[in-house]
């Protein structure tokens, strides 16, 4: 299968040729920038040697005539432009911006300051949350590529939130990011002087990913919801850890709901359960595509907590893209993405 990669001038793109570098079925047919013309070694020294292609300007048509799936990571707003030439041409694209993962086009100017895609696109974007909508994905030709925060909040919400066994007005999450999730781009916030010895909450209830989040969670609860959602930077270059604290309905042990997690992801190759009183640690999922989730019920005050680390730019971006291009080609899932995590 021939694939195109856009916007590989930023981790998430440079994610995707490494891990598609090594896949069995895709074959990394084109690689293209918004940016100039020039080898990838020269983006990624570290691909020297190994991966020697030139970064292209993109031309849509020709990459639709040629591959069979696109990868865009590409920013927001730029995704989505090429997504509505690219669904003209009858191609697939798996879209790893956050342009078609609201269903209400409405919220785009509030949570991003665009403009959103034609509402015919975002209407038949599917959500690639890959654990628990695989079988729109199977057949999607657009797929929306769940954020960084999304992927590890919602993996580690959604079997008590679908199981009805939380109050949906009490989800309060703590999340915290690697630096590589803020980009390539410099900024002033993300200078090592700034960031090094120092832990900062920032865009507090103003991120863009609270709309994504509270959409999924109301699908699940069967009426609208509303969060706490709150996000940190630390001086970590990968990875996010995201404590969630819920109320419970009923009382319930720890072990029952791990029980209740491990049979709910039993059959999902990417998500790890803890045992009962050992929780993740981010470096434990370090370049890797696990989800490994930690539970504990606190009688005292009827809250469950739960914490749930991935790697931002791969289970959290790239690592999940291509999950997502695996299940809608109905390859095994697990292909190209069997790294074991980096340690220490």
């Given at each position: 299968?021939?694939?195109?990669?856009?916007?590989?001038?930023?981790?998430?793109?440079?994610?995707?040729?490494?891990?598609?570098?090594?896949?069995?079925?895709?074959n990394?047919?084109?690689?293209?920038?918004?940016?100039?013309?020039?080898?990838?070694?020269?983006?990624?020294?570290?691909?020297?040697?190994?991966?020697?292609?030139?970064?292209?300007?993109?031309?849509?048509?020709?990459?639709?005539?040629?591959?069979?799936?696109?990868?865009?990571?590409?920013?927001?707003?730029?995704?989505?432009?090429?997504?509505?030439?690219?669904?003209?041409?009858?191609?697939?694209?798996?879209?790893?911006?956050?342009?078609?993962?609201?269903?209400?086009?409405?919220?785009?100017?509030?949570?991003?300051?665009?403009?959103?895609?034609?509402?015919?696109?975002?209407?038949?974007?599917?959500?690639?949350?890959?654990?628990?909508?695989?079988?729109?994905i199977?057949?999607?030709?657009?797929?929306?590529?769940p954020?960084?925060?999304?992927?590890?909040?919602l993996?580690?919400?959604?079997?008590?939130?679908?199981?009805?066994?939380?109050?949906?007005?009490?989800?309060?999450?703590?999340?915290?990011?690697?630096?590589s999730?803020?980009?390539?781009?410099?900024?002033?916030?993300?200078?090592?002087?700034?960031?090094?010895?120092?832990?900062?909450?920032?865009?507090?209830?103003?991120?863009?990913?609270?709309?994504?989040?509270?959409?999924?969670?109301?699908?699940?609860?069967?009426?609208?919801?509303?969060?706490?959602?709150?996000?940190?930077?630390?001086?970590?270059?990968r990875?996010?850890?995201?404590?969630?604290?819920?109320?419970l309905?009923?009382?319930?042990?720890?072990?029952?709901?791990?029980?209740?997690?491990?049979?709910?992801?039993?059959?999902h190759?990417?998500?790890?359960?803890?045992?009962e009183?050992?929780?993740?640690?981010?470096?434990?999922v370090?370049?890797?595509?696990f989800?490994?989730?930690?539970?504990?019920?606190?009688?005292?005050?009827?809250?469950?907590?739960?914490?749930?680390?991935?790697?931002?730019?791969?289970?959290?971006?790239?690592?999940?893209?291509?999950?997502?291009?695996?299940?809608?080609?109905g390859?095994?899932?697990?292909?190209g993405?069997?790294m074991?995590?980096?340690?220490?």
């Open positions: 299968m021939k694939a195109a990669i856009i916007g590989t001038t930023g981790y998430g793109g440079g994610e995707l040729i490494r891990i598609l570098s090594g896949h069995p079925v895709f990394i047919h084109s690689i293209h920038t918004t940016r100039d013309e020039k080898p990838v070694s020269e983006e990624y020294p570290h691909l020297t040697g190994i991966f020697e292609r030139v970064l292209t300007r993109i031309d849509t048509e020709r990459i639709a005539e040629e591959a069979d799936i696109v990868f865009l990571a590409t920013p927001s707003k730029v995704s989505g432009n090429l997504v509505e030439d690219f669904y003209q041409r009858n191609i697939r694209v798996v879209d790893l911006s956050g342009d078609l993962r609201l269903k209400k086009g409405d919220l785009y100017k509030e949570w991003y300051g665009h403009e959103p895609v034609n509402n015919s696109i975002l209407s038949k974007a599917v959500y690639g949350l890959s654990e628990w909508n695989k079988e729109e199977k057949t999607a030709r657009l797929l929306a590529n954020g960084c925060y999304p992927t590890a909040a993996l580690g919400l959604a079997p008590v939130m679908a199981e009805k066994l939380i109050e949906p007005k009490s989800v309060i999450i703590d999340a915290k990011s690697g630096v999730g803020a980009g390539r781009s410099p900024s002033i916030g993300t200078l090592y002087a700034e960031l090094n010895e120092n832990f900062k909450i920032y865009k507090v209830n103003e991120h863009q990913h609270i709309p994504e989040i509270e959409q999924q969670l109301g699908q699940w609860n069967g009426e609208p919801i509303n969060i706490t959602f709150s996000t940190h930077l630390i001086p970590i270059t990875g996010i850890m995201a404590t969630m604290y819920v109320q309905k009923n009382e319930m042990d720890t072990s029952r709901l791990i029980d209740l997690y491990n049979e709910t992801y039993q059959d190759p990417f998500i790890r359960i803890r045992r009183s050992v929780f993740p640690a981010v470096k434990e370090k370049g890797s595509n989800c490994d989730i930690g539970l504990h019920a606190d009688r005292r005050t009827g809250r469950l907590t739960i914490v749930s680390v991935i790697d931002n730019l791969m289970k959290g971006a790239a690592g999940q893209a291509v999950q997502n291009a695996n299940i809608m080609y390859i095994e899932e697990k292909a993405l069997e074991t995590p980096l340690y220490p």
